[in-house]
T-cell receptor, first 109, second 114 residues
Framework: KQEVTQIPAALSVPEGENLVLNCSFT??????LQWFRQDPGKGLTSLLL?????REQTSGRLNASLDKSSGRSTLYIAASQPGDSATYLC????????FGQGTTLQVKP | DGGITQSPKYLFRKEGQNVTLSCEQN?????MYWYRQDPGQGLRLIYY???????QKGDIAEGYSVSREKKESFPLTVTSAQKNPTAFYLC?????????????FGQGTRLTVV
């Protein structure tokens, strides 16, 4: 059974810091991996999608990497801002989407 | 605008009642999903469908039912058999083949049992 783990569960950083969120999974048989952002009481917003054959994707200050052999993905956020405060979730597509528990990020002004 | 629409945003149910949550998408996506989210927790899969008139149970399907009579619609019924239905419910859709299989979510329905 595919298991997805996100570490840390919570993170607090000062504005301007670069940071890395981690996502690990147990089965490398995936179609793609997707990172989402969730604001309190809201739905999920897609940030980046990495296809199984890709190693990384970039969008603005965000960069996501995928290493299937080690069962890991990272989301790198450059020059963090208070508006980045949210919960970040990774999801694996194995024919159905399987989510990690998320990392709640607080960026302090 | 293209996207996924969930309604209602808030729903209150008396114990013993069935309620139906609506999910509509105009993205022409084949796959649709229902998730449940409890406070401080991740998303748990209830049901998913990859084609019209077919659907599969997820990890926590007991007490729920779905239908997929149209590609655009995937309603979820929370039955009286669901012992703890108070939660935030999220619907998603995605394409299942091709280059872009990105999943998109609705804004959610918050169900409260009173």
């Amino acid at each position: 059974k595919q298991e997805v783990t996100q570490i840390p569960a919570a993170l607090s950083v000062p504005e301007g810091e670069n940071l890395v969120l981690n996502c690990s999974f147990t089965d490398s048989a995936i179609y793609n991996l997707q990172w989402f952002r969730q604001d309190p009481g809201k739905g999920l917003t897609s940030l980046l999608l990495i296809q199984s054959s890709q190693r990384e994707q970039t969008s603005g200050r965000l960069n996501a990497s995928l290493d299937k052999s080690s069962g890991r993905s990272t989301l790198y956020i450059a020059a963090s801002q208070p508006g980045d405060s949210a919960t970040y979730l990774c999801a694996l597509d194995t024919g159905k989407l399987i989510f990690g528990q998320g990392t709640t990020l607080q960026v302090k002004p | 605008d293209g996207g996924i629409t969930q309604s209602p945003k808030y729903l209150f149910r008396k114990e013993g009642q069935n309620v139906t949550l609506s999910c509509e998408q105009n993205l022409n996506h084949d796959a649709m999903y229902w998730y449940r989210q409890d406070p401080g927790q991740g998303l748990r899969l209830i049901y998913y469908s990859q084609i019209v008139n077919d659907f599969q149970k997820g990890d926590i399907a007991e007490g729920y039912s779905v239908s997929r009579e149209k590609k655009e619609s995937f309603p979820l019924t929370v039955t009286s058999a669901q012992k703890n239905p108070t939660a935030f419910y999220l619907c998603a859709s995605s394409q299942i083949t091709g280059l872009n299989t990105e999943a998109f979510f609705g804004q959610g329905t918050r169900l409260t049992v009173v």
